[in-house]
């Protein structure tokens, strides 16, 4: 409304255009977006920087074509501009074409060798291509990024000095995670070697996760589980040094044939778990689910579907289903497709711990792209993790496995394809595994 106003007042103003134009596409009214842009290069038509918004625009529309035309039309106004090779880069990254994308992102680097955001995109697309230890050197520049360099993370950064990876005796470690609940289930498994160097750790999680990871104490030795806390100040705990939880693998070298591998190294309550088994006790081959992700991730709209997608399951006698799905997704559960036998289980998941012990009594998890694939596979639990193309990074190109979970197996989505063959595909499997003599 008040850039409306604003136009108002100034209709030939080029900037309230554009500035209009990105804030709708985020919106995802792309038409009215590419309104904007366009009203924008008839006052402006030589602004590159327009052409790269509906480039990037064009991309999100899933129009490949025209979003590589408005691209090389930015380059031939501005071919020095970082941020145009950097987003063009992107673009090729995310329809498949890594060695453009690389080319771009150096050129990128080239023009501005501090350019945070393509350093950022580099480290994405080695490690998606499974050059970790130069991906661990690029992705220590997400901290200088627009998207993630907020106040709160400056001020803790710059708060007490960055561990180099020496032992350290006599001194505390703070660990903390500054990214998403997959993120720290994936990498808390390098909580045992950081206590090979170090005498006392203090891991700093996300509240949700808090009565899960509290269990580490007992595996783990010297670790303090605390709670991060809401406003994102730092903990009320002493401590001589600090790292995030994601810096590990770096300082630790990580590489393909050294990913830490033992699992289970989460687990759950004994007394949960015991109560969950005479729950769900029965015979059925038992199946947990989940189909949707956060709304908030930025790629949401690509890894998350609906319940009905999941209908095909249904014709595999058996099986009982268990809905582990929470958020706003969960609502679908309200109409469940009427093929599919499906208990909710989501109003009594009050947290990660509630949903480990769930988990410890099914034979298999199959879901999306979420932090219930990190769990189950960091249980050593049978999980079938549903992705898209390409995607992110952890789960590599093309392989059906992944070196983080021994356990996990991996469907993948052809580049902008359908669920329908996939979840076939799933459903196929299954029916092998519950049956392993039908149809042969």
């Known amino acids: 409304q008040a850039m409306h106003e604003a136009l ?26 590419l309104v904007n842009y366009q009203q924008a290069l008839r006052l ?17 529309m899933g129009d490949n074509k025209m979003a590589k035309a408005s691209f090389v039309r930015a380059l031939e106004i501005n071919p020095f501009n970082p941020s145009t090779h950097m987003n063009l880069g992107f673009h090729y990254s995310r329809v498949g074409r890594y060695d453009e994308a690389m080319e771009c992102f150096s050129e990128a680097l080239r023009i501005q060798p501090d350019y945070a955001g393509a350093h950022w995109n580099l480290a994405l697309l080695l490690l998606l291509l499974g050059k970790l230890i130069e991906g661990w050197r690029e992705y220590e520049w997400r901290f200088q990024c627009d998207e993630i360099k907020r106040q709160e993370i400056i001020a803790r950064l710059t708060s007490k000095p960055m561990w180099d990876g020496l032992p350290l005796t006599g001194k505390t470690l703070l660990v903390f995670v500054e990214q998403g609940f997959g993120d720290a289930l ?52 002493n ?29 759950a309550d004994p007394q949960q778990v015991e109560q969950w088994r005479q729950r769900l006790d029965g015979n059925e081959f038992k199946v947990g689910l989940v189909w949707a992700g956060s709304p908030d991730h930025r790629r949401d709209h690509w890894r998350s579907f609906s319940l009905a997608a999941f209908s095909p399951l249904g014709r595999i006698q058996g099986v009982r289903f268990y809905s582990l799905q929470k958020g706003a997704a969960a609502t679908e559960m309200a109409t469940p497709p009427a093929a599919i036998c499906l208990t909710d289980l989501a109003p009594e998941l009050d947290d990660f711990a509630t949903t480990a012990a769930v988990i410890a009594n099914l034979d298999l998890v199959i879901t999306v792209d979420t932090a219930v694939a990190h769990l189950a596979g960091a249980m050593g639990k049978p999980v079938w993790t549903l992705i898209y193309s390409p995607p992110d990074w952890r789960w590599l190109l093309e392989r059906e496995d992944t070196p983080w979970y021994p356990t996990m197996r991996l469907f993948r989505r052809e580049i902008a394809g359908e ?22």
């Open 8 to 33: 108002q007042r100034k209709p030939n103003e080029v900037e309230y255009y554009n500035n209009l134009g990105v804030m709708l596409g985020r919106l995802g009214r792309y038409d009215e977006a």
């Open 44 to 60: 402006r038509p030589n602004m590159d920087g327009i052409y790269c918004n509906i480039a990037n625009l064009y991309h999100n």
């Open 186 to 237: 994936q990498f808390c498994r390098y909580l045992p070697l950081v206590m090979q160097r170090v005498d006392r750790i203090v891991f700093e999680c996300h509240p949700e996760l808090l009565c899960l990871l509290c269990l580490l104490r007992g595996r783990f030795g010297a670790v303090e589980c605390v709670a991060r806390p809401a406003d994102g100040t730092l903990p009320a705990v």
């Open 239 to 267: 401590y001589d040094l600090q790292i995030p939880l994601v810096s590990l693998p770096r300082l630790f070298e990580t590489e393909l044939e050294s990913v830490p591998q033992t699992v289970p190294y989460i687990q």
């Open 419 to 440: 669920w329908a063959p996939v979840i076939e595909q799933v459903a196929r499997e299954l029916e092998r595994v519950v049956s392993p003599g039908a149809g042969s």
